[in-house]
T-cell receptor, first 112, second 113 residues
């Protein structure tokens, strides 16, 4: 069964550094999403992406964040100048339409 | 705005007993409703969804959920729980005109042998 994959599984970075989190969607999926889950808190929506542009973003997704699909396969989330409060599990999700989303295993980001 | 409430942080049941995990939602329009399960150190696995039609939906691993519009609820059920059902369960909602999923806080289910 096809799965969403994410790399790396764990990223440790120093405050102020840039990180790129990568996701490989299921091959026929056209809708892409990033969510995050701070330890002990709810899963929170960050951004949705369709047809090579952002379709919706949350208040969390400020100028520090960006997304792109650079090569037609990978879907990336870039966090510029990371802060301690960016430490969280970041989940990529993909889907075929505005229905169920399939989630990857997540990238645990630790900012020190 | 859309939101989900899972009123129980934890549910404990004995193996073989029925399992219910509660969820209520709030949306401005018609809802799409979902249940996901998360095992330790894993991502969210899709269990089932309600889009339209029959209020009782069946999903993976013997789970089912009932959509109740008047009570704005979408409780997850399993007639006979297994120890392997022990996990963290999330209810999620989206408005039909929206892209994002809004999740509840999650309910930890523990099934004892």
């Amino acid at each position: 069964e096809p799965e969403v994959t994410q790399t790396p599984s764990h990223q440790v970075t120093q405050m102020g550094q840039e990180v790129i989190l990568r996701c490989v969607p299921i091959s026929n999926h056209l809708y892409f999403y990033w969510y995050r889950q701070i330890l002990g808190q709810k899963v929170e929506f960050l951004v949705s992406f369709y047809n090579n542009e952002i379709s919706e973003k949350s208040e969390i997704f400020d100028d520090q964040f960006s997304v792109e699909r650079p090569d037609g396969s990978n879907f990336t989330l870039k966090i510029r100048s990371t802060k301690l409060e960016d430490s969280a599990m970041y989940f990529c999700a993909t889907g075929t339409g505005m229905r169920e989303q399939y989630f990857g295993p997540g990238t645990r980001l630790t900012v020190t | 705005a859309q939101s989900v409430a899972q009123p129980e942080d934890q549910v404990n049941v004995a193996e073989g007993n029925p399992l219910t995990v509660k969820c209520t939602y709030s949306v401005s329009g018609n809802p799409y409703l979902f249940w996901y399960v998360q095992y330790p150190n894993r991502g969210l696995q899709f269990l089932l969804k309600y889009i339209t039609g029959d209020n009782l939906v069946k999903g993976s691993y013997g789970f089912e959920a009932e959509f109740n519009k008047s009570q704005t609820s979408f409780h997850l059920k399993k007639p006979s729980a297994l120890v392997s059902d022990s996990a963290l369960y999330f209810c999620a909602v989206r408005d039909i005109d929206d892209y994002k999923l809004s999740f509840g806080a999650g309910t930890t289910v523990t099934v004892r042998a």
